[in-house]
């Protein structure tokens, strides 16, 4: 249990569909962060929300679109997505900034067809 | 372009061994460095956070030294073991941003016993 869970584990889209990504954390942090993995490259920053505000769009298209309702759920909204957009999709936690550690969701593996 | 580095891509090593792993960064404009260790179907959890220059941390067989002034950090393993078998990530804090992490491409080390 790591505090931080994300829904579903698994998605197939079709190129077509609206699906959107749940992640939700039980440890009270005010930070939370998608991050995305494509194969064979680094994990890499996609929207970071503090307090609900969003403080970082690290150049991410207009078809991931990330909702923050309170500082314990945060949502990616994905439409009209390519096959490159296939990845695994990881959320985070943290109390504060880099200062301190990023707790993980286990990630969801997006397939897009 | 901040880019994080990290050595070698992969290793095997004999149970019993003790390895280490380098990870490189930009020294300027640096505030933190996190290690993470990330097991196959599982999250990436957090090892070391680790900020001043001439930090030395460890946790069990595992400990970790940073240089900032020239920008590079190592992890050390001591007597590995099979359950050691993982993917070791650095990230550097990306300088601009309180919140921005930026990860390098991991080490992913096999411990056969």
């Given amino acids: 249990e790591t505090g931080v869970t994300q829904t579903p584990r698994h998605l197939v889209m079709g190129m077509t569909n609206k699906k959107s990504l749940k992640c939700e954390q039980h440890l009270g942090h005010n930070a939370m962060y998608w991050y995305k993995q494509s194969a064979k490259k680094p994990l890499e920053l996609m929207f970071v929300y503090n307090f609900k505000e969003q403080t970082e769009n690290n150049s991410v298209p207009s078809r991931f679109s990330p909702e923050c309702p309170n500082s314990s759920h945060l949502f990616l909204h994905l439409h009209t997505l390519q096959p490159e957009d296939s990845a695994l999709y990881l959320c985070a936690s943290s109390q504060g900034g880099v200062q301190n550690e990023a707790f993980f969701g286990q990630g969801t593996r997006l397939t897009v067809v | ?113």
Wanted: proline share 4%; with cysteine.
């Fill in chain 2, 1 to 113: 372009i901040l880019n994080v580095e990290q050595s070698p891509q992969s290793l095997h090593v004999q149970e019993g061994d003790s390895t280490n792993f380098t990870c490189s960064f930009p020294s300027s404009n640096f505030y933190a460095l996190h290690w993470y260790r990330w097991e196959t179907a599982k999250s990436p959890e957090a090892l070391f956070v680790m900020t001043l220059n001439g930090d030395e941390k460890k946790k069990g067989r595992i400990s970790a030294t940073l240089n900032t002034k020239e920008g590079y950090s190592y992890l050390y393993i001591k007597g590995s073991q099979p359950e050691d078998s993982a993917t070791y990530l650095c990230a550097s804090s990306a300088g601009d941003s309180s919140y921005k992490l930026i990860f390098g491409s991991g080490t992913r080390l096999l411990v056969r016993p």
